[in-house]
């Protein structure tokens, strides 16, 4: 495929970012299946949030051309082969990870309606409707505004100005690649769907991840990638289940117990499989503090905020005062990754326990520095759950720059979770 070539003639009337509705993260349809089954009737809000202000999206982002982009998505269904690759394939060693019913939602599915309006030169875009309808707009809607975003920077360049560029792009890759070989025991996989600079930049990546690390390269986050490559699908759950979970909490008493009857129903939901934590929702410290003594006995946690060495730290002591081996466990470092913390963390904690990395942003859309002004620097776009049956949801994350919700419900929340001093960190992507 010649990127160059293809970024140059996007004078199509429309070149498709989003082709499919498995073009879309592993962990958004497992997710949507517990909530199918237990939470069909929750209606839900999800919004866009740039947390990165510099960047005015809705002056670099042709509105008409977004609107073409998010209405050919609701257009879209799944595919007899996509269908059957779902039904049939076998995802983290288990048969049938979809259920029949699951699957015949799926196979009628199309996106809901959505929202968009200008405002101080930012995009205003929600999704209203049930929860396993409206979540499905969070990944698709976020590659759409990354790859517009990319194709106006990169809009005037000549072909051989943009052959220029995608090999300086594809060197840097490369470079990064020769570096991760060199780490004993690696595994690493692809999380960088949501915030990538086009679907062809993450394909190229991923298949340079698949020569250049072998078996050490444990999969793509991305479906519609991980079938066309014949790579694992990665992913298990993010932080969207408790936030709205909490939300629905009717008391204070309840809201403490959310996080741990989602992990609860997830296992029953998942027969035992997937059994990954993620814990700073509303804090990692007191999550561990508080969690009951069978989620010691899970696979591993992800490090998702805050710093990441405090992170594992804090795993590794807690597993060690539940009696548990961290060496068995596993550790997956999955925020705002680039090879220097990756060799870093490596170093600090190969051989303490079982290491994996999910590198998101800096893997698919790194072109820092690349062009003038450097206009295709990556920034940080989220598309959170914000509402849940009217109640707001709240995210306070080991990082409070990352913290979401109404500022009464953050403190509220805050009490509720024993969350004290914490240290605001800059959020790179």
């Known amino acids: 495929m010649d990127i160059a070539k293809r970024v140059y003639d996007h004078a199509w009337r429309i070149d498709p970012v989003v082709r499919s509705l498995l073009d879309t993260d592993f962990y958004k349809l497992l997710m949507a299946q517990t909530v199918f089954r237990r939470n069909a009737d929750v209606e839900v809000e999800f919004s866009l949030i740039n947390r990165s202000r510099h960047v005015p999206l809705a002056n670099l982002v042709d509105e008409a051309e977004l609107r073409e ?27 049938q990870m979809f259920t029949p019913e699951f699957m015949e939602w799926l196979e009628g599915f199309r996106m809901p309606e959505y929202h968009l309006e200008k405002r101080d030169e930012q995009y205003v875009l929600t999704f209203r409707g049930p929860w396993a309808e ?36 594809m060197t840097r890759v490369w470079e990064k690649i020769e570096r991760l ?24 990546c991923v298949q340079a991840m698949i020569e250049g690390l072998g ?40 809201l ?84 220097d913390r990756i060799e870093a963390l490596h170093a600090q904690f190969h051989g303490r326990v079982r290491l994996s990395f999910g590198w998101g942003t800096l893997l698919t859309n790194d072109f820092r520095g690349l062009v003038a002004d450097d206009r295709l620097a990556p920034f940080s776009l989220v598309c959170k759950a914000v509402s849940a049956n009217g109640r707001p949801t709240v995210k306070l994350s080991d990082n409070p720059a990352k913290a979401i919700g109404p500022p009464e419900e953050i403190a509220r929340y805050k009490r509720v979770f024993g969350v004290g001093e914490q240290k605001e960190m800059e959020v790179i992507v």
């Open 256 to 339: 403490a117990e959310a996080p741990y009857k989602v992990l609860e129903d997830w296992h029953e939901d998942y027969d035992g499989n997937l059994r990954i934590i993620l814990p700073d929702t509303f804090g990692t410290r007191s999550f561990l503090e508080r969690a009951p003594d069978w989620l010691a006995t899970w696979t591993g946690i992800r490090i998702d905020s805050g710093l990441p060495e405090e992170g594992a730290e804090a795993a590794i002591a807690w597993w060690e005062s539940r009696g548990q081996d961290p060496r068995e466990k596993l550790v997956i470092f999955s925020d705002s990754l680039d090879v």
């Open 215 to 254: 078996e050490r390269f444990t999969g793509s986050s991305n479906c519609l990638i991980a079938m066309r490559r014949d790579i694992e699908a990665i992913g298990t759950n993010a932080h969207e289940l408790p936030m709205v979970t909490a939300a629905l909490a009717e008391d204070d008493a309840a």
């Open 69 to 95: 982009q998010l209405d050919h998505i609701r257009t879209l269904r799944l595919t007899r082969g996509e269908s059957t690759w779902l039904r049939g394939n076998t995802f983290y060693g288990k048969r």
């Open 134 to 169: 409206a979540m499905m707009w969070e990944i698709p809607a976020l590659a759409v505004l990354m790859e517009l975003r990319s194709r106006a920077v990169l809009n005037g360049m000549g072909y051989f100005e943009l052959q220029v560029l995608y090999a300086r792009a």
């Open 181 to 204: 070989r060199k780490l004993p025991d690696l595994r690493i996989s692809d999380f960088g769907t949501r915030r990538r600079h086009s679907f062809l930049w993450q394909d190229w």
